[in-house]
């Protein structure tokens, strides 16, 4: 980076310490503010410097007739959910995948393909699909420490795969080479992968959430599967649990029993360690706005499971889903009412993110709730609804 004077050398100091998510804002300010936000030796400087936050949980609800896909800000924004925000990408895709600012996408037409993408600086590029890589289970690794930012970022996409009965296969494909590759070998495993599920990464590790008692884990750099047995698995009542990351360690969330249990792994021993521990009593106790003993109660007459159930977590915020409330007719919705909060654990604060209205769900493109199919509709409901979180950064990516 050539400094051109005095003044240009404080003003890096000061944007390079600033989250992405307020450095790409300050792109418009001036021709001068943008050239030395554009240069790739700022760019690593800022990563190096500035702490990854969350920016945007986006929401997932997948189906047979379409994918929804939208994002709510997580802090300091307008909590409304967005629409524009992958209008760059030239088809309908839906993310899968995230990891230090660069998104994983795929699309639903008649041709698989997986974008690469950074929404903060709008550049994408584009890998075909093979019929033998499944093109919903992946995870995606970037990592900003390990390449020169003036080129093509760096990755890799990890697909995970049933082999019959047999257990997962696994194939890889290197943005450096530009080539899927199959790797040799089975991870046996008997349970299915939970559907819908997002990989989570820690410490260079895939994480998937079974249908049972294990979690699959893929080390990137070994190239090595196994099974995680779960901490807790006599669940004595409905209740959820989703995986996250959190200080490089793997975390799984479950809610049971009126409680909230957060472990992480120690993944050297593959020990447990229970980290917290809080009642959902208690957190309504601390935040009135957390409406827990009302959506319990209706929970109670209706005889439902998962009204209250985690979404995502990631770098200590827990994202809840609450179901306040519902009423059918003629085995159509009339009303339906869930809110969304993120809850810190260290600070044991919570906000309010949005509700469903606000979240943009009811909506996608030119689909309806109204076009949707009642088991669509109870789906996104009780538990297809997923989220990933993702966090802003200024990554280069060229475009295809």
């Given at each position: 980076m050539?400094i051109?004077?005095?003044h240009?050398?404080?003003?890096?100091?000061?944007?390079s310490?600033?989250?992405?998510k307020?450095?790409?804002?300050?792109q418009?300010?001036?021709?001068?503010?943008?050239?030395?936000i554009?240069?790739?030796?700022?760019?690593r400087l800022?990563?190096?410097?500035?702490?990854?936050i969350i920016?945007?949980?986006f929401f997932l609800?997948g189906?047979?007739e379409f994918?929804l896909s939208?994002?709510?800000?997580?802090i300091n924004d307008?909590?409304?959910a967005?629409?524009r925000?992958?209008n760059?990408i030239?088809?309908?895709?839906c993310p899968?995948?995230?990891s230090?600012?660069?998104l994983c996408?795929r699309?639903?037409?008649?041709d698989?393909a997986?974008y690469v993408c950074?929404?903060?600086i709008e550049?994408y590029v584009?890998?075909e699909?093979p019929?033998a890589?499944?093109g919903?289970?992946?995870g995606l690794?970037?990592?900003p420490?390990?390449y020169n930012m003036?080129d093509l970022?760096?990755?890799k996409?990890?697909?995970i795969?049933?082999k019959?009965?047999?257990g997962?296969?696994?194939?890889i494909?290197?943005s450096?080479?530009?080539e899927?590759?199959?790797?040799s070998?089975?991870?046996?495993?008997?349970h299915?992968?939970?559907?819908?599920?997002?990989?989570?990464l820690a410490?260079?590790?895939f994480?998937?959430?079974t249908?049972?008692?294990?979690?699959?884990a893929?080390?990137?750099?070994k190239?090595?599967?196994y099974c995680?047995t779960l901490?807790v698995?006599?669940?004595?009542?409905?209740g959820?649990?989703?995986?996250?990351?959190?200080e490089g360690s793997?975390?799984?969330?479950?809610?049971?029993?009126?409680?909230?249990q957060v472990w992480?792994?120690?993944s050297?021993?593959l020990?447990?360690?229970l980290?917290?521990?809080v009642?959902?009593?208690?957190?309504?106790e601390d935040?009135?706005?957390?409406?827990?003993?009302?959506?319990?109660?209706e929970?109670s007459?209706?005889?439902?499971?998962?009204?209250i159930?985690?979404?995502?977590?990631k770098?200590?915020?827990l994202l809840?889903?609450?179901?306040?409330r519902?009423?059918t007719e003629h085995g159509?919705?009339?009303?339906?009412c869930?809110?969304?909060?993120?809850?810190?654990?260290?600070t044991r604060?919570?906000?309010?993110?949005?509700?469903l209205?606000?979240?943009?769900?009811?909506?996608?493109?030119?689909?309806?709730?109204?076009e949707?199919?009642?088991n669509?509709?109870?789906g996104?409901?009780?538990?297809?609804?997923?989220?990933?979180?993702?966090?802003m950064?200024l990554?280069p990516?060229?475009?295809?």
């Open positions: 050539e051109g004077s005095t240009d050398d404080i003003l890096i100091e000061i944007l310490r600033l989250p992405a307020s450095v790409v804002r300050f418009c300010v001036s021709k001068r503010w943008q050239n030395i554009s240069d790739p030796v700022f760019r800022q990563y190096h410097r500035s702490k990854s920016s945007w949980f609800g189906c047979n994918c939208n994002y709510v800000p997580f307008q909590v409304i967005q629409y925000i992958m760059f030239p088809e309908k895709s899968i995948a995230s230090n600012g660069l996408c699309n639903y037409g008649v698989t997986i950074n929404p903060a550049k584009k890998m699909v019929t890589v499944n919903l289970a992946m690794l970037f990592d420490f390990r003036d970022s760096n990755f996409l990890v697909s795969s049933e019959n009965d047999l997962f296969i696994f194939h494909y290197s450096e080479i530009r899927w590759r199959k790797l070998g089975v991870c046996p495993c008997t299915v992968l939970q559907r819908g599920g997002c990989a989570c410490s260079g590790v994480y998937w959430m249908c049972g008692d294990v979690i699959i893929f080390d990137v750099e190239e090595t599967s995680i901490p698995t006599d669940l004595k009542s409905w959820g649990k989703c995986i996250g990351e959190s793997l975390h799984y969330i479950t809610i049971s029993d009126g409680c909230i992480f792994l120690i050297c021993e020990k447990w360690i980290k917290f521990s009642s959902l009593a208690s957190m309504e935040h009135p706005n957390f409406l827990y003993d009302a959506a319990n109660k929970a007459i209706r005889h439902l499971p998962l009204w159930e985690p979404l995502a977590f770098d200590g915020n809840l889903k609450l179901r306040l519902f009423s159509n919705f009339t009303q339906l869930m809110k969304f909060y993120a809850y810190n654990l260290e604060t919570m906000e309010e993110l949005c509700t209205d606000e979240s943009g769900l009811l909506y996608y493109g030119n689909r309806k709730w109204n949707l199919t009642m669509n509709k109870w996104l409901f009780l538990g297809a609804l997923k989220a990933l979180p993702y966090s950064s990554a990516l060229c475009s295809a």
